[in-house]
């Protein structure tokens, strides 16, 4: 389990644009969770290409990424309150 989080300058046009680029990035590897937090189940191999790509699309002057890879132990070390319930990224999803 891997926890991809970004915040991103939305001031201009090009940060709006960013902010877009790499939320599609995200969705494509995860569970959005939080409007910039997604929980990602990755091997060694799509963590490099996920982290890649992100690197590539923000801008480090004003944009930031973190990526924590709580393992797979992860039920243990992460907890939920409220609203948005998760669901089971392990199982296949049926919609």
């Known amino acids: 389990m891997v926890l991809i989080t970004y915040d991103v300058n939305t001031q201009t046009l090009e940060g709006r644009t960013r902010l877009r680029r790499i939320a599609k990035v ?9 409007n910039s937090v997604f929980e990602c189940m990755l091997d060694a191999m799509q963590l490099k ?3 890649s ?10 944009d930031s990424v973190r990526i924590y890879e709580l393992g797979n132990a992860y039920q243990r ?5 409220g609203a948005k319930p998760s669901f089971d990224v392990t199982e296949p999803l049926i919609i």
Do not use: A, F
Request: charged residues 20%; proline residues 4%; contains cysteine.
């Open 53 to 62: 790509q992100l690197i590539k699309l923000i801008n480090p002057q004003v």
């Open 49 to 51: 290409m996920v982290e």
């Open 77 to 81: 070390k992460v907890r939920h309150y």
């Open 26 to 34: 995200c969705v494509n590897y995860g569970q959005r969770v939080q």
